[in-house]
């Protein structure tokens, strides 16, 4: 069974870099099927969409977080990456990662969601 | 880019039916499907509808969705509510590089 598990630091100070990663278990990521997305949710609030990757290494970002995202992938350990530069409490989230096929819109499978704060 | 808006909660008695809407900002609801998402407290979403209509394997026929161009909307429809039912959902679309999600909707089945 695929499953998807975020894994980093809970507690992130301001300014400094939040790092994620994303480890695909039961698939192989080389298979090219899949587009991998970053997506976070603060306490009580909405999802909201960070960005994606191809295994090309092809990247689409959300325009409001683009200047401070970077995500990559890592196929030979079977896992993405989220890099989030200049955090703030705003940033303080649970993120997950997902998948979409390719040609289909829907997010099949999710992560189970890793809890990020922000704070000194 | 776009967004997408939903009311910010309904309620509904068990066993009546429900509606929950997403309007599209600019653009037409049309241009591109939409899903729909079911996510419990500490859970991740789910998927309940994909590409405006369509209940991925396993989620009743209860839940059903549609799109109506002429209010720039998408529509969740749940019928015969239960209290499993009772949930946060969210409508999602996208355009050429861009993923939106909207506000989500607070479903409370009393």
């Known amino acids: 069974q695929v499953q998807l598990q975020e894994s980093g630091p809970g507690l992130v100070k301001p300014s400094e870099t939040l790092s994620l990663t994303c480890a695909v278990s039961?698939?192989?990521?080389?298979?090219?099927?899949?587009?991998y997305s970053w997506i976070r949710q603060p306490a009580g609030k909405a999802l909201e969409w960070i960005g994606r990757?191809?295994?090309?290494?092809?990247?689409n970002y959300n325009p409001s977080l683009k200047s401070r995202v970077t995500i990559l992938i890592d196929t030979s350990k079977n896992q993405l990456s989220l890099k989030l530069t200049s955090v703030t409490a705003a940033d303080t989230a649970v993120y997950f990662c997902?998948?979409?096929?390719?040609?289909?819109?829907?997010?099949?499978?999710w992560g189970q969601g890793t809890q990020v704060t922000v704070a000194s | 880019n776009f967004m997408l808006t939903q009311p910010h909660s309904v309620s509904e008695s068990p066993g009546k039916t429900v509606t929950i809407s997403c309007t599209r900002s600019?653009?037409?609801?049309?241009?591109?499907?939409v899903q729909w998402y079911q996510q419990r407290p500490g859970s991740s979403p789910t998927n309940v509808i994909y590409?405006?209509?369509?209940?991925p394997f396993g989620v009743p026929d209860r839940f059903s969705g549609s799109i109506d161009s002429s209010s720039n909307s998408a529509s969740l429809t749940i019928s015969g509510l239960k209290t499993e039912d009772e949930a946060d959902y969210y409508c999602?679309?996208?355009?050429?590089?861009?993923?939106?999600f909207g506000g989500g909707t607070k479903l409370t089945v009393l």
């Open positions: 997902a998948r979409q096929l390719v040609g289909v819109t829907t997010y099949e499978k």
């Open positions: 039961g698939d192989s990521m080389s298979s090219g099927s899949y587009y």
């Open positions: 990757i191809y295994i090309s290494g092809k990247t």
């Open positions: 600019s653009g037409s609801i049309a241009d591109n499907y």
């Open positions: 590409e405006d209509d369509q209940r």
């Open positions: 999602q679309s996208y355009d050429t590089s861009f993923e939106v």
